[in-house]
């Protein structure tokens, strides 16, 4: 498999990385070609206009593809996590007790 025809970039410990993206992405691009395979066989069957149903494919693939090669461009191979992360942390913490911060006598609680 020397000869092979996609170069697929992968050192040690590094993500693997594919004509740019990177990680997940490569993920995220295929499972968008397989929703839009069968959102084509969809609309086929449902008998839309061949042109028609082929013209939204590629439209929506072109778009699909601009907006998962920023992402890979923009957040990197963890970045997009980190993202997603951040809206878990809470701005504040509010504690209407002072339980908390009293001293335990004998292990319990006052």
Do not use: D
Not at 9 to 34: D, T, V
């Amino acid at each position: 498999m020397g000869n092979s025809v996609y170069p697929i970039n992968k050192g040690i410990n590094k993500s693997i990385e594919f004509r740019g993206l990177k990680a997940q992405y490569i993920w995220y691009l295929g499972g968008c070609i397989l929703a839009l395979l069968i959102l084509f066989a969809i609309l086929y069957i449902l008998g839309i206009n061949l042109f028609l149903g082929i013209g939204l494919i590629l439209l929506l693939g072109t778009l699909s593809i601009i907006r998962i090669y920023g992402m890979s461009n923009k957040y990197g191979e963890h970045g997009l996590m980190k993202k997603v992360a951040r809206h878990h942390v809470p701005h504040a913490i509010k504690s209407y007790s002072r339980k908390t911060f009293k001293k335990q006598s004998n292990g319990k609680a006052s």
